[in-house]
């Protein structure tokens, strides 16, 4: 009788670390997401503290590990972030204990409305999927140099498509489109804005990486269909 042959996918710790790195940057972006903040004088929301890192962290991964890997992570993160949601969701409709005083507290900061978490959840595939799709194309037109141009050039077209999506979904029809617009731009020039500081964090980081595990990855004839796992 034939054995049955197994395959065992390993992961190494390294790579383990940098996916729960994103995967915490998505979450706390959606829970910071509620309050705004003043920054020269233009209202954010909190998330653009740390939401920008799970860009990093995604360039890291497919500049190492490649756009397939890093498009599990990606999904990976997705539903996450959609069982945070739902977890948040049940609690909230869950009848509260007496000594419990805080429901209007936690509907007002934890509760989000369909149209936000869709616009959400939208604007987080396409601009993460876009991210990894330019960084991968990019590393083989390049042969692999110029790093920072890779990592800047997928932040703006994957931060573009974000903040364009998350709100002109969230806002259109409730803000007036000058000031939508604003935003919109603002938004996209922070977010870059913040990965071009953070070059040197990233070139120390894809240094490491590549030495330790011995790797350098490049995404010729890789299928870069966003749906496909394997």
């Known amino acids: 009788m034939r054995g049955r042959v197994s395959r065992k ?32 004088d ?15 962290f995604g360039d890291v991964l497919t500049e190492v590990y490649g756009y397939t890997q890093a498009r599990k992570v990606i999904w990976l993160g997705f ?21 419990f005083q805080a429901q209007a507290a936690y509907d007002r900061i934890l509760g989000s409305t369909a149209r936000f978490l869709v616009a959400s959840f939208l604007a987080y595939l396409a601009g993460e999927f876009i991210n990894s799709y330019v960084m991968a194309r990019m590393k083989m037109l390049t042969q692999g140099r110029w790093l920072w141009m890779r990592t800047i050039g997928s932040t703006l077209a994957g931060e573009g498509v974000d903040s364009a999506i998350v709100l002109s979904l969230s806002f259109a029809g409730v803000l007036p489109a000058g000031i939508l617009l604003n935003m919109i731009f603002w938004h996209w020039v922070l977010k870059t804005t913040y990965e071009a500081l953070a070059t040197p964090l990233t070139y120390w980081l894809v240094g490491y990486l590549k030495q330790a595990e011995k790797l350098d990855t490049y995404d010729y004839g890789t299928n870069f269909n966003p749906l496909r796992l394997g």
């Not at 390294?14 to 020269?40: D, E, G, M, P, Y």
């Not at 069982?83 to 869950?94: D, H």
Request: hydrophobic letters at 65%.
């Open 79 to 99: 539903f996450c972030n959609l069982l945070l949601v739902a977890a948040i969701w049940l609690v909230g409709i869950l009848p509260s204990a007496p000594v």
């Open 42 to 56: 233009l209202t954010l929301p909190a998330a653009i503290v740390i939401f920008p890192l799970s860009y990093i």
């Open 9 to 40: 996918l390993t992961y190494s710790y390294r790579f383990v670390s940098i996916t729960a790195l994103f995967v915490t940057s998505i979450l706390a972006a959606n829970i910071l997401i509620v309050k705004q903040i003043s920054i020269f």
